[in-house]
T-cell receptor, first 114, second 119 residues
């Protein structure tokens, strides 16, 4: 089956630093990946759609300069949280679109900003 | 208006019993897909079942079945013979459009139902 990995699984950083999260499709190529954010006991909110070789499409209200997305290859998308602040602390999950309708999710990255 | 509505924040069911988790949706697109995901406390999203808007039959995957009532715009998940390992958060999600290109396949999630299976 299709496997998506995320790295790191957990990160604690100081306020003002930048954090990069990687999302990889391990056994398939993904032209489209998605980045979600989930606050405790809440639903997943789509942040942006990452397209290989082109700029990401951000959802309304998501700052593109704050959350930098790069989809440089068919198996890797990265999300960089720039100048992180405590309010950016959240669970970040990526997914990769399969050949048909499927979306395969990564295990998530828990970000804590002190 | 909410695109996906899950009205049950929490549900309890006894082991080996069946349970239905409700999901209603709102879309004007004739082509859409409905998904159910399970999220245990570890956080990963586990795909359970999919129903396309043009599918004639209700989807089934092992102990999971989807009660798709198109006219009512509902897509309830039925879990038969509940097991302790089924305790988790369950999310209903919808993709609008055929999802063939680029941003297609964007999923909109409901607020989730926390299921607790008891002995």
């Amino acid at each position: 089956g299709a496997v998506v990995s995320q790295h790191p699984s957990r990160v604690i950083c100081k306020s003002g630093t930048s954090v990069k999260i990687e999302c990889r499709s391990l056994d398939f190529q993904a032209t489209t990946m998605f980045w979600y954010r989930q606050f405790p006991k809440q639903s997943l909110m789509l942040m942006a759609t990452s397209n290989e070789g082109s700029k990401a499409t951000y959802e309304q209200g998501v700052e593109k300069d704050k959350f930098l997305i790069n989809h440089a290859s068919l198996t890797l998308s990265t999300l960089t949280v720039t100048s992180a602040h405590p309010e950016d602390s959240s669970f970040y999950i990526c997914s990769a679109r399969g050949a048909k309708y499927e979306q395969f999710f990564g295990p998530g990255t828990r970000l804590t900003v002190l | 208006a909410q695109k996906i509505t899950q009205t049950q924040p929490g549900m309890f069911v006894q082991e080996k019993e069946a349970v239905t988790l409700d999901c209603t949706y709102d879309t004007s697109d004739p082509s859409y897909g409905l998904f159910w995901y399970k999220q245990p406390s570890s956080g990963e999203m586990i795909f359970l079942i999919y129903q396309g808007s043009y599918d004639q039959q209700n989807a089934t995957e092992g102990r999971y079945s989807l009660n798709f009532q198109k006219a009512r715009k509902s897509a309830n998940l039925v879990i038969s013979a509940s097991q302790l390992g089924d305790s988790a958060m369950y999310f209903c999600a919808m993709r609008e459009g055929r999802g063939l290109t680029g941003g297609g396949n964007k999923l909109t999630f409901g607020t989730g139902t926390q299921l607790k299976v008891e002995l």
